[in-house]
Nanobody, 123 residues
Framework: QVQLVESGGGLVQAGGSLRLSCAAS????????VGWFRQAPGKEREVVAF????????YYADSVKGRFTISRDIAKNTVYLQMNSLKPEDTAVYYC????????????????WGQGTQVTVSS
């Protein structure tokens, strides 16, 4: 069983930065597609970014391209999301996710979820 524990959320002003971390246990992240989703109040959960299961290819939602960077440290079994130039519309609960498939383009492809961490961006 894979467990994912997020940290690093909080309150930040628009234009600021945050780094989210996701510590995994139970399986090495190198054998999983890993990524981040977010869910704003009243909206569906959406993919933000992920790293493919094989290789180092990454995907970013159009809304975060150029501002967010996903990375992983296999030795620490941890996934990161560096978020720069934050906007109020980035406010959401951010979830770490992992899947045994190649990609994480939708919630249905995630086999494991973290508990979520709140990110609030004030204007």
């Amino acid at each position: 069983q894979v467990q994912l524990v997020e940290s690093g959320g909080g309150l930040v002003q628009a234009g600021g930065s945050l780094r989210l971390s996701c510590a995994a246990s139970g399986r090495t992240i190198g054998t999983l597609a890993v990524g981040w989703f977010r869910q704003a109040p009243g909206k569906e959960r959406e993919v933000v970014a992920f790293i493919r299961r094989i290789g180092t290819g990454t995907y970013y939602a159009d809304s975060v391209k150029g501002r967010f960077t996903i990375s992983r440290d296999i030795a620490k079994n941890t996934v990161y999301l560096q978020m720069n130039s934050l906007k109020p519309e980035d406010t959401a609960v951010y979830y770490c996710a992992a899947g045994t498939g190649m990609v994480l383009t939708s919630t249905s492809l995630a086999d494991y979820w973290g508990q979520g961490t709140q990110v609030t961006v004030s204007s």
